[in-house]
């Protein structure tokens, strides 16, 4: 019999998931090429060559022992330096090795951070709609999660911000560029979540952590900036993942960034340590730290991932659809027909469409589209969307 606490994970497994496999069976019913599926966030785009070849040169020309050994907990030191290195050219920072822990990807990073500094009891601040698994990541430590309700452009509201901190909580998690919107917050909305945080930090005598979860940093559209937040609140802890911007999902390698400013920084470090070894992840994989190493500046073709969004878009704002046109990532997030998400992506499936509903991400109301997809598969879905408009005509 499995562990009561998994029962309800178990029968709210993941709704994106789920609409994958759907989509891989529809797909053998009616054939690939008449089934649309924008369910997962798996990118399209194949890696930049450098990481294949870097691969090839650490396997050629690295030690053995070290390719394949044990390491640090925290991973190879000169992988994180060569991190550190990299952000310091490009944010103006002034990390070292010791900053930097590797992680199995940014799931695997928020995890091992929300292991460190959560107890039972604890609130997380986040802000709707969200990545769905931050709820199971923070109940996985006995935390509490705390909602911002979303404004109306999706950027957080600093009013609202406010009123959801309390004495219990222990961090903020903020994504952005966001999934599932597409919204990039600007210097200024940091700036303003950050000064909200310095006054509850003095409000209640305590450190509020703000922990900037960034696997799409590098997806961005029409010349935005990405603010780094490390620059405007010193608590601020740092995830990364490669797996969007060099498309390599399946490799989970990823890292925490802990400033020297951020509080109690060397217990937080050591305790970052031990809860990415006792979680099972030992060490982040071994190859693909040193190969990630050796294309830090390697950059995958955003300009494939803006080409599917103007098109979808634009198709879609044609047949009557409303959303706000993403600025980052590569998700659209679309009001549903009727107003019931869950009942349009249900709908949509008679058409063979594909769409993950707003209330796996807390957004009721809405549906995402994933455009990471093939850009003639987005050609051939019009037809089904269309169809999909005028059902609720």
Same mark, same amino acid.
């Given at each position: 019999?499995?562990?009561?606490?998994?029962?309800?994970?178990?029968?709210?497994?993941?709704?994106?998931?789920?609409?994958?496999?759907?989509?891989?069976?529809?797909?053998?019913?009616? /054939?690939?090429?008449?089934?649309?599926?924008?369910?997962?966030?798996?990118?399209?785009?194949?890696?930049?060559?450098?990481?294949?070849?870097?691969?090839?040169?650490?396997?050629?020309?690295?030690?053995?022992?070290?390719?394949?050994?044990?390491?640090?907990?925290?991973?190879?030191?000169?992988?994180?330096?060569?991190?550190?290195?990299?952000?310091?050219?490009?944010?103006?920072?002034?990390?070292?090795?010791?900053?930097?822990?590797?992680?199995?990807?940014?799931?695997? /990073?928020?995890?091992?951070?929300?292991?460190?500094?959560?107890?039972?009891?604890?609130?997380?601040?986040?802000?709707?709609?969200?990545?769905?698994?931050?709820?199971?990541?923070?109940?996985?430590?006995?935390?509490?999660?705390?909602?911002?309700?979303?404004?109306?452009?999706?950027?957080?509201?600093?009013?609202?911000?406010?009123?959801?901190?309390?004495?219990? =909580?222990?961090?903020?998690?903020?994504?952005?560029?966001?999934?599932?919107?597409?919204?990039?917050?600007?210097?200024?909305?940091?700036?303003?979540?950050?000064?909200?945080?310095?006054?509850?930090?003095?409000?209640?005598?305590?450190?509020?952590?703000?922990?900037?979860?960034?696997?799409?940093?590098?997806?961005?559209?029409?010349?935005?900036?990405?603010?780094?937040?490390?620059?405007?609140?010193?608590? =601020?802890?740092?995830?990364?993942?490669?797996?969007?911007?060099?498309?390599?999902? /399946?490799?989970?390698?990823?890292?925490?960034?802990?400033?020297?400013?951020?509080?109690?920084?060397?217990?937080?470090?050591?305790?970052?340590?031990?809860?990415?070894?006792?979680?099972?992840?030992?060490?982040?994989?071994?190859?693909?730290?040193?190969?990630?190493?050796?294309?830090?500046?390697?950059?995958?073709?955003?300009?494939?991932?803006?080409?599917?969004?103007?098109?979808?878009?634009?198709?879609?704002?044609?047949?009557?659809?409303?959303?706000?046109?993403?600025?980052?990532?590569?998700?659209?997030?679309?009001?549903?027909?009727?107003?019931?998400?869950?009942?349009?992506?249900?709908?949509?499936?008679?058409?063979?469409?594909?769409?993950?509903?707003?209330?796996?991400?807390?957004?009721?109301?809405?549906?995402?589209?994933?455009?990471?997809?093939?850009?003639?598969?987005?050609?051939?879905?019009?037809?089904?969307?269309?169809?999909?408009?005028?059902?609720?005509?």
């Amino acid at each position: 019999m499995i562990a009561k606490s998994m029962v309800d994970y178990v029968k709210g497994s993941s709704v994106i998931r789920a609409m994958f496999e759907e989509g891989k069976n529809m797909a053998k019913k009616y /054939g690939a090429e008449n089934v649309y599926d924008f369910s997962l966030g798996n990118p399209s785009v194949e890696p930049p060559k450098q990481v294949k070849e870097a691969m090839i040169d650490v396997l050629q020309n690295e030690e053995p022992n070290l390719v394949h050994g044990y390491m640090n907990n925290s991973g190879y030191e000169d992988v994180r330096e060569a991190i550190a290195n990299s952000l310091n050219g490009r944010f103006g920072t002034v990390f070292g090795a010791g900053n930097i822990i590797m992680t199995v990807g940014a799931a695997g /990073g928020l995890n091992v951070i929300l292991k460190t500094l959560l107890d039972p009891g604890d609130e997380v601040v986040v802000f709707a709609p969200f990545f769905g698994e931050y709820s199971n990541y923070v109940k996985n430590y006995g935390g509490v999660l705390k909602v911002v309700p979303p404004s109306d452009n999706f950027i957080p509201d600093p009013v609202e911000f406010g009123k959801t901190i309390s004495d219990k =909580t222990k961090a903020v998690i903020i994504n952005n560029p966001n999934n599932p919107t597409g919204v990039v917050y600007s210097e200024e909305d940091i700036i303003r979540l950050a000064d909200v945080l310095r006054e509850k930090e003095k409000e209640y005598g305590k450190a509020i952590y703000l922990i900037a979860d960034e696997p799409y940093r590098e997806l961005v559209y029409d010349g935005l900036d990405v603010p780094y937040l490390t620059k405007y609140y010193d608590d =601020t802890i740092v995830g990364y993942s490669y797996s969007k911007s060099l498309s390599l999902p /399946g490799e989970r390698i990823g890292y925490l960034v802990i400033p020297n400013e951020a509080d109690d920084f060397e217990n937080v470090v050591q305790a970052a340590n031990v809860a990415n070894r006792i979680l099972g992840f030992v060490n982040a994989p071994s190859l693909i730290q040193r190969a990630v190493a050796k294309c830090l500046d390697a950059e995958v073709d955003v300009e494939a991932y803006n080409r599917n969004r103007e098109l979808l878009y634009n198709g879609l704002t044609e047949l009557g659809f409303e959303c706000i046109k993403p600025q980052g990532a590569f998700y659209m997030y679309v009001k549903a027909l009727g107003g019931d998400d869950k009942a349009f992506v249900s709908k949509a499936k008679e058409f063979n469409l594909l769409l993950v509903p707003g209330s796996t991400f807390f957004g009721p109301g809405y549906i995402r589209i994933a455009y990471c997809v093939d850009h003639d598969m987005i050609k051939r879905s019009m037809g089904a969307f269309k169809k999909l408009a005028e059902a609720y005509k």
